[in-house]
């Protein structure tokens, strides 16, 4: 019987390395660390946020739900907006580039046969 792992143990914040699995393209390894990175960047800014959001509604200077209730201005809007394109656009480049050199070597190798 394996050993039972310490479920009491807090996970490191990092990785350190991956495991390489077998039968997997090099697409599926971009894929898998922008999943484990993205998830613990959201995790940390959704702490963080409660973290503000609690510090904000203690002292008094948010009201309880005034983030919720926010609604942003055509400026607010276009910059969030920006912010999210160029967000996705870092996000997806190692995909992007990895799925264009498959398609560069897959259609090399069919001009070649």
């Known amino acids: 019987m394996s050993p039972q792992p310490n479920l009491g143990q807090p996970l490191p914040r990092t990785p350190n390395r991956f495991d390489p699995i077998d039968g997997a393209r090099a697409m599926d390894e ?64 190692p995909m992007r580039e990895a799925a264009q050199a498959e398609l560069a070597a897959t259609t090399s190798a069919g001009d070649a046969a």
């Open 30 to 93: 971009q894929l898998l660390a922008m999943i484990v990175g993205l998830t613990s960047e959201v995790t940390i800014l959704r702490a963080r946020l409660d973290a503000a959001e609690r510090l904000l509604e203690a002292s008094g200077a948010l009201a309880p739900g005034a983030v919720d209730a926010f609604e942003p201005d055509a400026t607010a809007e276009a910059a969030r907006e920006a912010t999210r394109r160029a967000t996705i656009d870092k996000v997806f480049r």
